[in-house]
């Protein structure tokens, strides 16, 4: 079992910025953010390998947010700027064993419990 604990998430105006951070009880091979709006689905944002560093993210997040993690901390960052009032949603950090960098929802293994965004006009 690995356990996943956000923390980070607040309340910001629009064109400002969030670090959003993840702690996790062991190394997973991928680690990913996931964000969802009310009466919307799961999005993936942004992965990344914990081995080899390599990345992905949303075409939503491209330039605005950037992942990265600390492997001797087991943690998981999410850099946001230039906030929107449509990046509003919870935000989850999510783990998996497999070596594919994805952002299927479906293709991760642990969750955390979330941290609420909220990004005011």
């Known amino acids: 079992q690995v356990q996943l604990v956000e923390s980070g998430g607040g309340s910001v105006q629009a064109g400002g910025s969030l670090r959003l951070s993840c702690a996790a009880s062991r190394r997973t091979n991928v680690m990913a953010w996931f964000r969802q709006a009310p009466g919307k689905g799961r999005e993936g944002i942004a992965g990344i390998s914990t081995s080899d560093s390599g990345t992905t993210y949303a075409d939503s997040a491209k330039g605005r947010f950037t992942i990265s993690r600390d492997n001797t901390q087991n943690t998981l960052y999410l850099q946001m700027s230039s906030l929107e009032p449509e990046d509003t949603a919870i935000y989850y950090c999510a783990a998996r064993w497999g070596l594919y960098l994805t952002l299927q929802p479906d293709d991760y ?11 005011s006009s």
């Open 109 to 119: 293994d642990y969750w955390g419990q979330g941290t609420q965004v909220t990004v």
